[in-house]
Antibody, heavy 119, light 102 residues
Framework: EVQLVESGGGLVQPGGSLRLSCAAS????????IHWVRHEPRKGLVWVAR????????AYADSVRGRFTISRDNAKNTVYLQMNSLGLEDTAAYYC????????????WGPGTQVIVSS | DIQMTQSPSSLSASIGDRVTITCRTG??????LNWYHQRPGRAPKLLIS???NLQSGVPSRFSGSGSGTEFGLTVSNLQPEDFGTYYC?????FGQGTKVEI
């Protein structure tokens, strides 16, 4: 089955860290760019970060640059999102999604993992 | 990032209705505009790519139009499973969403 599955979410205190994983199966993982998109309660969908398929070039939203790091392991068909210095504003459902690169749409999404930042 | 403005922010409709959602962009983007549907607690689903290309498996009651800076998503013969929030997207930018209540 062609799918993406996120894991690693949970409850964390402000200033804490989490590492999310996105495991892919059923397709040629190394051919796709992978993005993290979060659903913020009052803003809707917000793009967070992406990593390209080949050289692993990365890009980040201004709100997370310097705190979050996206990486991938093509041998494990997995993308990671290391999240440090978490704040209340990072509370959201986090989704990974794939695209074919260069402006193609997000045609496959995972079911999401919830991150709650609270003291 | 490009400004994406959807209207309306929410709407209430009945089964069988035809509804249209508009997405305006802050600069011209050709036809590089995609539409997604998200139900509460579920992942978004791609409905339409490059403004008007219906994805495989998406019912034909969905249609997309537009180019440049103004785009539309129309749902004809609204069904119960169509409730939820619709988002337009270009590159790393999403619209703020349109919540459709049945």
């Amino acid at each position: 089955e062609v799918q993406l599955v996120e894991s690693g979410g949970g409850l964390v205190q402000p200033g804490g860290s989490l590492r999310l994983s996105c495991a892919a199966s059923g397709f040629t993982f190394s051919s796709y760019w992978i993005h993290w998109v979060r659903h913020e309660p009052r803003k809707g969908l917000v793009w967070v970060a992406r990593i390209t398929n080949d050289e692993g070039n990365t890009a980040y939203a201004d709100s997370v640059r310097g705190r979050f790091t996206i990486s991938r392991d093509n041998a494990k068909n997995t993308v990671y999102l290391q999240m440090n210095s978490l704040g209340l504003e990072d509370t959201a459902a986090y989704y990974c999604a794939r695209d074919g690169g260069f402006g193609t749409p997000f045609d496959l999404w995972g079911p999401g993992t919830q991150v709650i930042v609270s003291s | 990032d490009i400004q994406m403005t959807q209207s309306p922010s929410s709407l209430s409709a009945s089964i069988g209705d035809r509804v249209t959602i508009t997405c305006r962009t802050g600069q011209t983007i050709g036809n590089s505009l995609n539409w997604y549907h998200q139900r509460p607690g579920r992942a978004p689903k791609l409905l339409i790519s490059v403004a008007s290309n219906l994805q495989s498996g998406v019912p034909s009651r969905f249609s997309g139009s537009g180019s440049g800076t103004e785009f539309g998503l129309t749902v004809s013969n609204l069904q119960p499973e169509d409730f939820g929030t619709y988002y337009c997207q270009h590159s790393h930018s999403f619209g703020q969403g349109t919540k459709v209540e049945i």
